[in-house]
């Protein structure tokens, strides 16, 4: 099968970038877009990723060139300006830098329970970066079909490339996980499946004068030669208590029933990323640190604590069911965090003396 390309940049490639977390699949799913270009749609093809030492709940980015048949690829550079950019978890698009290259041909595709129209008025106010804004849930779906976020998106992916087949896409994922995984081979492709048919797309209506501005923009690079900081030093600081691993969760999250709670303390022990919050207060008449609850935001809902918890005072949830408020930050930023966040009592935006600190170097006021 021989593929024409929609369109190509300068130097002939059609350009793909992942934005995921370690866990949810984006390197394992930028490996089966390379393939699905070389195997099923007669194209030449590139993809690699990166991500840091530890993966589950850091960054993770995976790219892809395609390019005609007879073609040969000779960038391997990150995607900077990329046709397709492909973003695992709404929440990513906190950090500014996710969006970094879009232009009038970029085509966007987030996991969000969200529509396109809603999506766009939130996060593009300010004009368009974007061709096309699709989006699909695939969270729910790879909840309900019993599949992972990666496949579902592969599908969502391949429905928006538009030169791409469910077929394809199908078969890629058998060659891939199959033979590995055959067990769980049938639910998977029910999540390609859906993720191809239920992704919902709109077109966005972008001005010469702002894609002028934009292109402008891009030219000029934050860091270069002459204003790059003396010794190499990077200004941004960063930690797992600043760092938010909401974009980690795979559709569940631990539910805290206080009433059920004898403040044992086994969740804090089992808890990686303690977010655990206990302050003094009185149990069975006694004064003793009693739990206030989770803090959601540096949860990446591993679960452990509902599995450990003697009482049941820990349950599990399905977080597309729990509606999200917005709420600033001391710096007012607005961020948007769960509405369970409240029931549990927890203070999740200052959690420790660390954070304080951090603040206080930025020279913000807490």
């Known amino acids: 099968m021989k593929t024409t390309l929609p369109v190509m940049n300068q130097s002939g490639y059609y350009e793909i970038r992942l934005e995921s977390i370690g866990g949810l699949g984006a390197n394992l799913c930028g490996k089966m877009l390379g393939e699905l270009g070389v195997l099923y749609l007669g194209l030449n093809s590139a993809s690699f990723s990166s991500y840091g030492s530890e993966k589950t709940g850091t960054p993770v980015k995976a790219y892809i060139r395609y390019c005609e048949e007879g073609k040969e690829i000779r960038v391997h550079s990150p995607v900077s300006h990329p046709h397709l950019l492909c973003i695992f978890h709404e929440a990513l698009l906190r950090e500014r830098s996710v969006l970094e290259g879009c232009t009038s041909q970029t085509v966007i595709v987030l996991n969000t329970e969200k529509t396109p129209q809603e999506i766009a008025k939130e996060y593009f106010k ?3 970066k974007a061709a096309r ?7 729910r779906i790879a909840i309900e079909t019993h599949s992972r976020i990666n496949v579902v998106m592969l599908g969502a992916v391949v429905a928006a490339m538009g030169f791409g087949t469910l077929e394809a896409a199908r078969n890629v994922c058998e060659d891939t996980l199959g033979r590995k995984y055959p067990d769980s081979l049938a639910a998977n492709l029910a999540g390609i499946e859906r993720g191809y ?3 919902i797309q709109i077109q966005l209506e972008v001005s010469e004068k702002e894609d002028t501005c934009r292109k402008k923009e891009e030219k000029e690079p934050q860091w270069g030669y002459e204003t790059a900081p003396i010794g190499g030093i990077n200004p941004h600081l960063g930690s797992s208590v600043v760092a938010d691993l909401s974009a ?3 559709g569940y999250i631990p539910i805290f029933l206080p ?3 004898i403040n044992c303390a086994l969740c ?3 808890c990686p990323d303690m977010v655990f919050q206990f302050e003094k207060g009185i149990y069975k008449e006694r004064e003793m ?7 959601y935001y540096h949860c990446k809902g591993c679960l452990r604590c509902v599995d450990v918890c003697p009482t049941g005072a820990l349950v599990r949830g399905i977080e597309a069911e729990h509606p999200l408020k917005e709420h600033f930050l001391p710096n007012q930023e607005l961020l948007r965090k769960p509405d369970y966040y ?3 009592g927890a203070d999740g935006y200052i959690t420790s003396e660390s954070y304080l600190t951090e603040k206080q170097v930025e020279g913000g006021e807490v």
């Open 259 to 261: 009433e059920k709670c």
């Open 268 to 270: 804090d022990s089992t």
């Open 342 to 344: 409240e029931k549990s």
């Open 197 to 199: 048919q239920e992704i």
């Open 289 to 295: 640190m009693v739990n206030k609850g989770l803090d």
């Open 248 to 250: 980690s969760r795979q």
């Open 126 to 128: 300010k004009g368009a």
């Open 133 to 139: 804004i699709c989006t699909v849930p695939a969270q």
